[in-house]
């Protein structure tokens, strides 16, 4: 499984980077960085969980 992040549209709210720090981060602009290219299958639940708790819909999962 793969995860994307629309940096364009993220608001920065920092819920995903706060929820799975191994996954998210953010740059100096509070906007999501990614920090995997493939989520480990021990994190699909946390990761889908932060996807759906989004809160402008700024990621997006992928089959891997």
């Known amino acids: ?6 940096r364009d549209r993220c608001a920065g709210s920092g819920v995903c980077a706060d929820r799975l720090p191994a ?9 999501v960085l990614l920090l995997v290219d493939e989520v480990p299958p021990e994190l ?6 932060a996807v759906r708790r989004c809160p402008t819909e700024a990621l997006t999962l992928l089959p891997g």
């Open 1 to 6: 499984m793969r995860v994307t992040a629309d």
């Open 23 to 31: 996954v998210f981060d953010q740059d100096d602009e509070a906007i």
């Open 44 to 49: 699909y639940p946390a990761v889908a969980e």
